[in-house]
């Protein structure tokens, strides 16, 4: 069974900084895209950033370019996100996603790209 559960969520401070971890269990995901998405209240679900298979190419959404960097062990099977110079903006429930396949020729950003999904983390940011 194929689980991904986050970890490192919590309340911070506006500038602060938090890394996120995702464990994947059930498969291997080393040649997986990853993702990380995030959902804040009443709002739809959004795009953070995207790795691809073998720590290749990543990718961001404007809102994180330059705050938010996107990592992977593949000994591990986990995917991170650093994030920092956090705003109140950056509040919501963060997503881990993983594809089954390596890359995408569409934008990485497309929720339907990614077959699993974790539960969620809340992250928090206070101003």
């Known amino acids: 069974q194929v689980q991904l559960v986050e970890s490192g969520g919590g309340s911070v401070q506006a500038g602060g900084s938090l890394r996120l971890s995702c464990t994947a269990s059930?498969?291997?995901?080393?040649?997986?895209?990853m993702a990380w998405f995030r959902q804040a209240p009443g709002k739809e679900r959004e795009f953070v950033s995207a790795?691809?298979?073998?720590?290749?190419?990543?990718n961001y959404a404007d809102s994180v370019k330059g705050r938010f960097t996107i990592s992977r062990d593949n000994g591990k099977n986990t995917v991170d996100l650093q994030m920092n110079s956090l705003t109140s903006e950056d509040t919501a429930v963060y997503y881990c996603?993983?594809?089954?396949?390596?890359?995408?020729?569409?934008?990485?950003?497309?929720?339907?790209?990614?077959?699993?999904w974790g539960q969620g983390t809340q992250v928090t940011v206070s101003s």
């Open positions: 996603a993983a594809s089954t396949y390596t890359w995408f020729s569409t934008p990485p950003n497309r929720p339907g790209n990614y077959n699993y």
């Open positions: 790795i691809s298979g073998g720590a290749g190419p990543t």
């Open positions: 059930g498969r291997t995901f080393s040649s997986s895209a």
